[in-house]
């Protein structure tokens, strides 16, 4: 099974930036999805972005389109979350994620199985 560690996680002022990162324990290649999901205390989870093989195509949530970027480097099995402009409504523990299936997952972004997700990593935006 593929394992994702996360990191680059932090504490960052409203209009702030962060870069998180994923490093797949495998060859990314053969992931369709890779991608990112939050879920803050009391809310429920919420696909982030997502991008497909390739790294052609990319999927955003409408809260986040024009201020993150998802980018994979498959020569370091690594795929990236830029965070731009963030706001105190991003405070949330951040997972990666990843799938075989080029499907979007509302609430996980590349799969709902927790078998497929990392351990997180927290973003706190505040002033």
């Known amino acids: 099974q593929v394992r994702l560690v996360e990191s680059g996680g932090g504490s960052v002022q409203p209009g702030g930036s962060l870069r998180l990162s994923c490093a797949a324990s495998?060859?990314?290649?053969?992931?369709?999805?890779m991608g990112w999901f939050r879920q803050a205390p009391g809310k429920e989870r919420e696909g982030v972005a997502a991008?497909?093989?390739?790294?052609?195509?990319?999927k955003y949530a409408d809260s986040v389109k024009g201020r993150f970027t998802i980018s994979r480097d498959s020569t370091k099995n690594t795929v990236y979350l830029q965070m731009d402009s963030l706001k105190p409504e991003d405070t949330s523990m951040y997972y990666c994620t990843w799938g075989r299936r080029g499907s979007w997952y509302p609430g996980t972004a590349c799969s709902d199985d927790s078998a497929y997700w990392g351990q997180g990593t927290q973003v706190t935006v505040s002033s």
């Open positions: 495998e060859d990314t290649v053969s992931l369709h999805c």
């Open positions: 991008i497909y093989t390739a790294g052609v195509a990319t």
